[in-house]
């Protein structure tokens, strides 16, 4: 599997905007299929979007509306535009482009967090 770092996450208040970054430690590689996830503490991990290599989207009912997941032309950044953030937002973000992973995710099969490995992720903190 491509080593991917994630960059961009910090503090915001309730309202505020963060704009994440996933790309390959070698950036030269490009991502296709391409998913954003979560993890907040005490929880476990959350699926919030995925790209697919068409440019289809698809997105958890709890972050519609207020986030956007896209890659840019030369397919080798992805990005997830969190606006509107809340403090249930808080959470260290992380992507990952395992497909097996992705699609597990996307049906909600148990243990599906289980299925790849997971890099150090950006910390995204929404307080007053």
């Known amino acids: 599997q491509v080593q991917l770092v994630e960059s961009g996450g910090g503090l915001v208040h309730p309202g505020g905007s963060l704009r994440l970054s996933c790309t390959a430690s070698?950036?030269?590689?490009?991502?296709?299929?391409m998913g954003w996830f979560r993890r907040a503490p005490g929880k476990q991990r959350e699926l919030v979007a995925v790209?697919?290599?068409?440019?289809?989207?698809n997105y958890a009912d709890f972050v519609k509306d207020r986030f956007t997941i896209s890659r840019d032309n030369t397919k080798t950044t992805v990005y997830l535009q969190m606006n509107d953030l809340e403090p249930e937002d808080t959470a260290v973000y992380y992507c990952?482009?395992?497909?097996?992973?992705?699609?597990?995710?996307?049906?909600?099969?148990?243990?599906?967090?289980?299925?790849?490995?997971w890099g150090q992720g950006t910390q995204v903190t929404v307080s007053r």
């Open positions: 990952n482009s395992n497909l097996k992973l992705l699609l597990a995710a996307l049906n909600g099969d148990s243990g599906w967090s289980h299925l790849a490995s």
């Open positions: 070698d950036n030269t590689v490009v991502l296709n299929d």
């Open positions: 790209i697919a290599k068409s440019g289809s989207t």
